[in-house]
Structure formats: structure tokens, C-alpha cells
């Protein structure tokens, strides 16, 4: 196993410099000139040439990716010119609830889409088949900005059962001492049970628009898998064997189809990730997404060159950690390793 992650992480190092390089010459060719939009709309030529001269902007491209890489290697991912703090602090800040909203959105689409999957692979052609199928579906198709906005109108503007979609929490609610930074987990270790709930009451939108979007491919895959299963071989001899349907359906034919839904909960959680931008906007949520989507406005370089590096180390960590679950799931997998 340990061999396997060794080998997971020597690859893994191409894509990292790739990244590197390909972030930098893309913010590079963005519309919009940092220097002129710190400014101001009123400032003349000659500061705005000054300016760009504070921030290295006027030295050739090889020079400024030299001093963006001897910075990297400090662990200094830069100053972001629109906090004012450096980009590490924001990031540290920000990421905590960007992973709450998107573990929350992800769970509750696993909470769902795994027993429909499973349901609609032994009851085939039923209607519990074909809800799985409108599912997938209406995930595929709905936009998830579209999806949120929708919720929103409906559960906030119409029923007025969920909270203003205002941030983590309402103007109401203090925050807890920051423990862990996940929200609902620093209330409860406060033992802040009304905390809680608001928190709680602000997740619930944000995340159910994630599950819908997410929803389709686990659905899907979940299907796909265990029809593939229970029509093998070592499935109908163990029907044969005696065995109960529920004892080769639970511990031999989903064991063994948990290996492509598993790598589909990888793809899935990075798409979340990308997919948070929209619903961080849409719900005002305070996570890495929106502050990304303020620097890209702001065309301030560093925000953004540190937020697509965070995310390919999150992306290849995720890789590696489905790796390491593919040789828990299948020891196949570590003999081969």
C-alpha cells in the first residue's frame, strides 16, 4: 500500500508544476489591467505606471513567474489587493466553508442516490427504476445556479420556511471560538445548541442545491454497478448457496460494485468543488468560490493563482485518498500495487 500511495505521488508532481505554469500565463492574458482598476477611474498615466511598478507588473513575464515560484517554494502564495491580506489567511479562512457546504452537499446526495441506486438494480423496470431515471435526469439538466435561485423563491419568498440566504448565519447568531472551522462542529463543541440550529438552517439551501446537482451521476453509476453484479457468477452461487437476498445484495454484490461508484464520488466532489462558485454566489456564502469569483473581477492575480493551485492539491489529494480506498475496498488492488 504504501508503495502504490509512492508511486500516486510521484505522479501526481507533472501535474502540479502544470498547473502552476498554466494558472500564471492565463491570469496574465485576463482582460482588465490590475494596476488601473486599483487606481481608480480618475488617475492619471503616470500612476497607474507606478503602481504597476510597485506590483511587478512591468517586468517581463520569465522574470514575474521567477519570483511567483521562489515565493511558492516559501509556502508565500502573495498579497491580495483586495483584502489586503496575504492570500495564505484568506484561503485558511475561507476553504473551512467552502469543504462544509460541499461535504454536506455531497452527503446528503450519498444518503439518497445510494439506496435509490441499489433499489432501482434489484427491482429493475419498476417504478422505483424509472424514479431513479427522472432523477438523473432532472440532476443532468437543471442548472445548479437555477436550481438554488428556485429554491430560494420557493422555501424563503413563498413559504418562508428557510432563513434569508444571507451567509453561514443570521445577523441574529454570534459565531463560536474557531476550533475547526466547520461551523456546525465548533457550536457543538461551544455546546451552542441554538447556534446550532441557525447554522443548520442556513446549510440546508446551499446543500440541497449541491445533492440535486450531484444526485444524477451517483444515481446512475450506483445502477449501472450493481446490475452489472448481481448478474455475475459468484452472485447466483450464492443465491444458490442458501443465502438470503439481503445478505448477498448487502455484503457480496455492493461490496463489490462500491469500486466505480467510489471513483464517482471523486469526480463528483471536484465538481462540486467548481460548482460551489455558483451556489456561494447565489446564497452569499463566505467560502473560497466567492472570494475567487471577487478577485477575477478585480483581475487581482494572487487570489486567484492561489485558489486554482488549492483546488488541483485538493483534486490530487482526493485521487490519492480514492486510491487508498480502492485497496481497502478490493485487496486486489494493494497486490497489484
Given at each position: 500500500?504504501l508503495?502504490?500511495?509512492g508511486?500516486r505521488?510521484?505522479?501526481?508532481?507533472?501535474s502540479?508544476?502544470?498547473?502552476?505554469?498554466?494558472?500564471?500565463?492565463l491570469?496574465?492574458v485576463?482582460?482588465?489591467?490590475?494596476?488601473?482598476?486599483f487606481a481608480?477611474?480618475?488617475a492619471?498615466?503616470?500612476?497607474?505606471?507606478?503602481?504597476?511598478?510597485?506590483?511587478?507588473?512591468d517586468?517581463?513575464l520569465?522574470v514575474?513567474?521567477?519570483s511567483?515560484?521562489t515565493?511558492?517554494?516559501?509556502?508565500?502564495?502573495?498579497q491580495?489587493?483586495?483584502?489586503?491580506?496575504?492570500?495564505?489567511?484568506?484561503?485558511?479562512?475561507?476553504?473551512?466553508?467552502?469543504?462544509?457546504l460541499?461535504?454536506a452537499?455531497?452527503?446528503?446526495a450519498?444518503?439518497?442516490?445510494?439506496?435509490l441506486g441499489?433499489?432501482?438494480?434489484?427491482?429493475?423496470?419498476?417504478?422505483?427504476?424509472?424514479?431513479?431515471r427522472?432523477?438523473a435526469?432532472a440532476?443532468?439538466?437543471?442548472?445548479?445556479?437555477?436550481?438554488?435561485?428556485?429554491?430560494?423563491y420557493v422555501?424563503?419568498?413563498?413559504?418562508?420556511?428557510?432563513?434569508?440566504?444571507?451567509?453561514?448565519?443570521d445577523v441574529?447568531?454570534?459565531?463560536?471560538?474557531?476550533?475547526t472551522?466547520?461551523?456546525l462542529?465548533d457550536?457543538?463543541l461551544?455546546?451552542?445548541?441554538?447556534?446550532?440550529?441557525?447554522a443548520?438552517?442556513?446549510?440546508i439551501?446551499?446543500?440541497?442545491?449541491?445533492?440535486?446537482?450531484?444526485?444524477?451521476p451517483?444515481?446512475?453509476m450506483?445502477?449501472?454497478s450493481?446490475?452489472?453484479?448481481?448478474?455475475?457468477?459468484?452472485?447466483?452461487t450464492a443465491?444458490?448457496?442458501g443465502?438470503?437476498?439481503?445478505?448477498?445484495?448487502?455484503t457480496y454484490?455492493?461490496r463489490?460494485?462500491?469500486?466505480?461508484v467510489?471513483?464517482t464520488?471523486?469526480?463528483?466532489?471536484?465538481?462540486?468543488l467548481g460548482?460551489n462558485?455558483?451556489?456561494?454566489?447565489?446564497?452569499a456564502?463566505?467560502?473560497i468560490?466567492?472570494y475567487?469569483?471577487?478577485a477575477?473581477?478585480?483581475?487581482?492575480?494572487?487570489p486567484?493563482?492561489g485558489f486554482?493551485?488549492?483546488?488541483?492539491?485538493m483534486y490530487?489529494?482526493?485521487?490519492?485518498?480514492i486510491?487508498?480506498?480502492?485497496g481497502?475496498?478490493d485487496?486486489?488492488?494493494?497486490?497489484?500495487?
Amino acid at each position: 500500500m504504501l508503495k502504490m500511495i509512492g508511486q500516486r505521488l510521484m505522479t501526481t508532481i507533472p501535474s502540479i508544476i502544470g498547473v502552476i505554469i498554466v494558472t500564471f500565463l492565463l491570469t496574465r492574458v485576463l482582460p482588465g489591467d490590475t494596476a488601473a482598476y486599483f487606481a481608480g477611474p480618475a488617475a492619471s498615466p503616470q500612476a497607474i505606471a507606478e503602481i504597476r511598478g510597485k506590483l511587478g507588473l512591468d517586468q517581463p513575464l520569465p522574470v514575474q513567474f521567477v519570483s511567483y515560484v521562489t515565493a511558492l517554494l516559501k509556502g508565500d502564495l502573495g498579497q491580495s489587493l483586495t483584502t489586503g491580506q496575504p492570500v495564505t489567511r484568506d484561503i485558511a479562512a475561507r476553504l473551512p466553508a467552502s469543504a462544509e457546504l460541499t461535504l454536506a452537499g455531497l452527503l446528503l446526495a450519498m444518503a439518497v442516490a445510494l439506496p435509490l441506486g441499489v433499489l432501482a438494480a434489484v427491482k429493475q423496470g419498476s417504478w422505483i427504476d424509472h424514479l431513479c431515471r427522472i432523477v438523473a435526469t432532472a440532476g443532468v439538466s437543471l442548472p445548479v445556479f437555477f436550481t438554488g435561485l428556485l429554491l430560494v423563491y420557493v422555501f424563503y419568498f413563498l413559504l418562508g420556511w428557510s432563513p434569508a440566504p444571507l451567509g453561514r448565519l443570521d445577523v441574529f447568531a454570534s459565531e463560536p471560538p474557531g476550533v475547526t472551522g466547520f461551523l456546525l462542529i465548533d457550536m457543538l463543541l461551544a455546546r451552542d445548541l441554538e447556534g446550532f440550529r441557525a447554522a443548520f438552517s442556513q446549510l440546508i439551501l446551499p446543500a440541497v442545491t449541491l445533492a440535486i446537482f450531484s444526485l444524477a451521476p451517483i444515481t446512475r453509476m450506483t445502477r449501472a454497478s450493481m446490475l452489472a453484479v448481481l448478474g455475475a457468477d459468484f452472485v447466483r452461487t450464492a443465491r444458490a448457496s442458501g443465502l438470503t437476498n439481503s445478505k448477498v445484495i448487502g455484503t457480496y454484490a455492493f461490496r463489490n460494485a462500491m469500486l466505480p461508484v467510489v471513483t464517482t464520488l471523486g469526480m463528483v466532489f471536484s465538481f462540486l468543488l467548481g460548482a460551489n462558485v455558483l451556489v456561494e454566489k447565489v446564497f452569499a456564502w463566505p467560502g473560497i468560490g466567492s472570494y475567487a469569483v471577487e478577485a477575477l473581477i478585480a483581475s487581482d492575480y494572487a487570489p486567484i493563482q492561489g485558489f486554482v493551485l488549492t483546488m488541483a492539491v485538493m483534486y490530487v489529494a482526493l485521487n490519492l485518498m480514492i486510491d487508498v480506498l480502492y485497496g481497502v475496498i478490493d485487496p486486489r488492488v494493494r497486490l497489484e500495487g
